[in-house]
């Protein structure tokens, strides 16, 4: 199996599943950094299949294809 990644940056982004994590730095500034993780899969003939990992503060996806 072979991998490409690319990334893109979007808000228009409908989620499958969140995990959420929080950080705290020495001076207890909670910072939260969450996540959403979608399976993607074609619809013509090639059906390819990949995953979408977003992070929700920032909007910055990243999709890994899987061939």
Known sequence: ???KSSEISS???FPRH???T???FADDTPVCNEWTISLL?????T???GLAAINNNT???TL???D
Do not use: P, Y
């Open 1 to 3: 199996m072979g991998r």
């Open 11 to 13: 808000q228009d982004v």
């Open 18 to 20: 969140s995990n959420r």
């Open 22 to 24: 929080s950080l705290n």
């Open 41 to 45: 899969e074609s619809r013509d003939v």
């Open 47 to 49: 059906h390819q299949v």
């Open 59 to 61: 909007g910055r996806i």
């Open 64 to 66: 890994t294809q899987v």
